[in-house]
């Protein structure tokens, strides 16, 4: 049973930094497609961006050239380096791991089906003001 535990919310000012984390457990992390996504109040959840098995990325407009998407494999744990934050990227955000082994597609396929191809994590909450 996989479990995706996400850490390193808060809250910052606009143009400040903050770095979440992923930890998992339960699977090779090197072999599953991670993303992470967000969900303001009232509105949808929103894929920001993602990594392959290969460290191939991508990226939403929104946060193309602020955030960065990284894994370690040795410490299953994946990370998103938020900087130059705006009020606009208040939200939960959430980590997701694609379940089937070297899957691939737009954000991991995680976007499709309301996520049901994907694990997700609980959420930590960032608030930027």
């Known amino acids: 049973h996989v479990q995706l535990v996400e850490s390193g919310g808060g809250s910052v000012q606009a143009g400040g930094s903050l770095r979440l984390s992923c930890t998992h457990s339960?699977?090779?992390?090197?072999?599953?497609?991670m993303a992470w996504f967000r969900q303001a109040p009232g509105k949808e959840r929103e894929a920001i961006t993602s990594?392959?098995?290969?460290?191939?990325?991508s990226y939403a407009d929104s946060v193309k050239g602020r955030f960065t998407i990284s894994r370690d494999n040795a410490k299953n744990t994946l990370y998103l380096e938020m900087n130059s934050l705006k009020p606009e990227d208040t939200a939960m955000y959430y980590c997701?791991?694609?379940?089937?082994?070297?899957?691939?597609?737009?954000?991991?396929?995680?976007?499709?089906?309301?996520?049901?191809?994907?694990?997700w994590g609980q959420g930590t909450q960032v608030t930027v003001s």
């Open positions: 990594i392959t098995t290969y460290s191939g990325t």
């Open positions: 339960g699977y090779t992390s090197s072999r599953h497609c």
């Open positions: 997701a791991m694609r379940t089937e082994p070297r899957a691939s597609g737009l954000y991991c396929g995680c976007t499709v089906s309301n996520g049901v191809l994907c694990n």
